[in-house]
């Protein structure tokens, strides 16, 4: 049986820069705030990054799936404009993996959150999902 413990250590950290393209701003969902970053690309990066941190690890079977997002936009950053990232690691309770994430440009933080994913099979995962649609269907 895996243990996430084995696999992964609380304090694990991942670093990554981004220059803020136009895919990344509010323009996606608001045109007169095109040349800002949005809060979904910030929640999106610190999304990717857990599971790049960790789904590498994992045997073959189990992956990560996420169960919470809290990010906090608290500075804007302009298109063109590179964005650091860091993601840590901060607790595993049984197969939950918690963690914090900050994002900051050269003028000092543009946002932070939290983050939990689960590592679930992914069988049983595809398996529950068609039972729900099959379920669904059938209503």
Not at 35 to 63: K, V
Not at 101 to 107: E, M, Q
């Amino acid at each position: 049986m895996f243990d996430p413990k084995d696999a992964f250590a609380v304090g694990m950290t991942e670093e990554f820069m981004k220059v803020v393209e136009s895919a990344d701003t509010v323009g996606n969902f608001s045109p007169e705030l095109n040349q800002f970053l949005s809060t979904s690309a910030c929640s999106n990066t610190m999304i990717r990054m857990a599971i790049d941190m960790l789904d590498r690890f994992l045997p073959e079977g189990l992956i990560t799936v996420g169960r919470k997002v809290e990010i906090v936009h608290t500075a804007p950053s302009l298109l063109g404009v590179p964005v650091h990232y860091r993601i840590v690691l901060t607790g595993i309770d049984g197969n939950h993996l918690h963690f914090t994430f900050v994002g900051w440009d050269g003028l000092g933080e543009v946002c932070h959150g939290r983050h939990e994913r689960v590592i679930v099979n992914r069988d049983a995962l595809v398996r529950k999902a068609q039972e729900r649609a099959g379920a669904l269907a059938e209503a």
